[in-house]
C-alpha cells in the first residue's frame, strides 16, 4: 500500500506567496477595475541590464554552433562563473573561498530548502521569527519540526528566536543550543541587518557549541553602510561552521532566469565527515546544473560595465525603499528596514492585524503587501512592502496608503 510522506500533512495551508496570490486574484475577478499595485512578493520589476542581455544572446549563438555548443555543465557550475564569483565576491573581501568551494544552482531558495537533506533529522533547527518561510517549511517536508501548535502558531521541534521592536528585530541566543541555525542578513522580511561584530558573535556561538550556521546573504547587494558585512565569511572562524547562499534574483534581476550559489567550505567538518562531499554527492546525483547561457549572463554581473548597470538598478530600488520608508514616517507609521534591505517593515495601524491590513490595504488603496504572520508568529501585527515595484506603482501606492 502506497503511502505519502505525511510530514507534508503538517505543513500550514500553502506556501505563503501562493496563498497571497490567490487571495489578489480573487479580489482581482470581484473588481475587474481595480488598479492593484503589487509590493507583496519581492519579484524585480526592471527588466535584465542590457550588458546581461548582450551576453544572453552572444550565449545563445553558442548553443547553435557546433563549435561552440555546450551540453551538460560541469557538477559545480562552470570555472569562468566560479572563479569570478570567488575573486569579486568574496577575495576582494578579504575571504578566503576557493572557486572548489562554490556550487552554482539555479537559486537560493532551491538550496536553503534543499541543504537541510544532508543533516540528520535528528537536529534541531533554530529560525528568526519572523522567517522567510522556506527554512521552516522544508524542515517540515523532512520530518524535523515536529508537530504545529495551532495556539502557538509553531512547531514543537524548532527553536524559535524573536526578532521584535524590543530587540531590534535581532535574534538572541537561544537557551537551548541548536544544531542548525538559519540566519539571513540584510533581513527578509524585516529588512534589519546584523552589524560584523554581532555575526562574529554568532560564529563564535556556533564554532563553541558544534552548531552550523546557514547563512542567506540573498540581499548582501543592497547594504549601504560600513561595519555591515556582506558575507558570514568575514567573520573569523566562519569556514568551520558556516554555509552561506547567494542569489542573482535581486542582485541583477534574474527572479526569471534562475541562477545563484551555495560556498561550502572545505573545513566544514562534522563527526569526521566533509560537508562539501555530501553536498558535491547531492548535487551530482540530483542536479545537472544551470543552464551555460544563464551562467555566462551570470558571469556579466562582474564586468566592469556589468557592474555598473546592476549597481544603477540597485539603486532604483533603493531609491524606492527611501521613498516608501519617508511617505509611511510622514503618514504617521511606524516603519524600519529599507535602508540596507529592499524591504520596509511596518507596525499595523490601530492594533490591526498583519492579515486584516493586508484587506484593508487591497480593498482601500488596492495595494498588495505581505503580513507579517504570514512570516511567523513574532511577524504578527506587522507588514511588509517590497521596494522592487516600478518607480511610478511605488509612488502611487505610498500616496494611496498616505491619503487612506
Ligand atoms: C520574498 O518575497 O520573500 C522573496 O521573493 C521570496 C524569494 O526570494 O523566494
Redo the contacts with the bound molecule.
Keep these: 500500500m502506497v503511502k505519502v510522506n505525511d510530514n507534508y500533512l503538517k505543513l500550514q495551508g500553502s506556501y505563503l ?1 501562493s496563498n497571497i496570490a490567490k487571495k489578489v486574484n480573487g479580489y482581482v475577478e470581484a473588481h475587474p477595475e481595480a488598479k492593484i499595485v503589487r509590493l507583496g ?3 524585480v520589476t526592471q527588466p535584465i541590464a542590457p550588458e546581461i542581455i548582450n551576453t544572453l544572446h552572444e550565449a545563445v549563438d553558442e548553443m547553435g554552433n557546433a563549435d561552440t555548443f555546450k551540453g551538460y555543465a560541469p557538477d559545480l557550475g562552470y570555472e569562468f562563473l566560479r572563479n569570478a564569483i570567488s575573486d569579486y565576491d568574496y577575495k576582494k573581501r578579504g575571504c578566503s573561498i576557493d572557486p572548489d568551494e562554490i556550487f552554482v544552482s539555479d537559486g537560493a ?1 532551491c538550496d536553503c530548502g534543499n541543504i537541510q537533506e544532508i543533516f540528520s533529522v535528528e537536529n534541531r533547527i533554530a529560525v528568526c521569527d519572523p522567517v ?1 518561510p522556506v527554512y521552516v517549511d522544508s524542515n517540515v517536508m523532512a520530518g524535523r519540526a515536529g508537530d504545529y501548535d495551532k495556539s502557538t502558531e509553531k512547531y514543537s521541534s524548532v527553536i524559535y528566536m524573536p526578532c521584535k521592536e524590543e530587540n531590534g528585530f535581532m535574534p538572541e541566543f537561544p537557551t537551548e543550543v541548536p544544531d542548525l541555525i538559519y540566519l539571513c542578513f540584510p533581513n ?2 524585516t529588512g534589519a541587518v546584523m552589524t560584523k561584530d554581532k555575526l562574529q558573535e554568532w560564529v563564535d556561538y556556533a564554532n563553541k557549541n558544534g552548531s552550523i550556521i546557514l547563512y542567506d546573504s ?1 540581499y548582501e547587494a543592497f547594504i549601504s553602510e560600513d561595519n555591515v558585512p556582506h558575507s558570514i565569511f568575514e567573520c573569523e572562524g566562519a569556514r568551520t561552521c558556516a554555509i552561506e547562499f547567494r542569489s542573482f ?1 535581486k542582485t541583477a534581476g534574474f527572479t526569471g532566469l534562475r541562477l545563484g550559489y551555495t560556498v561550502i567550505p572545505k573545513d566544514l567538518v562534522v563527526d569526521g565527515v566533509k560537508l562539501w562531499d555530501l553536498w558535491a554527492r547531492r548535487h551530482g546525483t540530483k542536479y545537472n546544473g544551470a543552464p551555460y547561457i544563464i551562467q555566462k549572463a551570470g558571469a556579466t554581473i562582474y564586468t566592469p560595465e556589468g557592474r555598473k548597470q546592476i549597481e544603477q538598478q540597485i539603486a532604483y530600488y533603493m531609491e524606492n525603499a527611501k521613498y516608501i520608508y519617508n511617505g509611511l514616517k510622514e503618514a504617521g507609521y511606524s516603519v524600519s528596514g529599507g535602508v540596507n534591505a529592499p524591504y520596509i517593515w511596518l507596525k499595523t495601524p490601530d492594533n490591526m492585524t498583519s492579515w486584516e491590513f493586508f484587506d484593508y490595504l487591497l480593498e482601500k488603496a488596492n495595494v498588495v503587501g ?1 503580513p507579517g504572520s504570514g512570516f511567523g508568529p513574532s511577524g504578527e501585527h506587522f507588514f511588509r512592502l ?1 521596494a522592487f515595484g516600478s518607480r511610478e506603482n511605488t509612488i502611487e501606492a505610498v500616496d494611496r496608503i498616505k491619503n487612506l
Excluded: C, E, R
Design positions: 506567496f512578493i519581492g519579484d531558495k522567510y527578509n522580511p540573498a534574483s505581505t517590497t
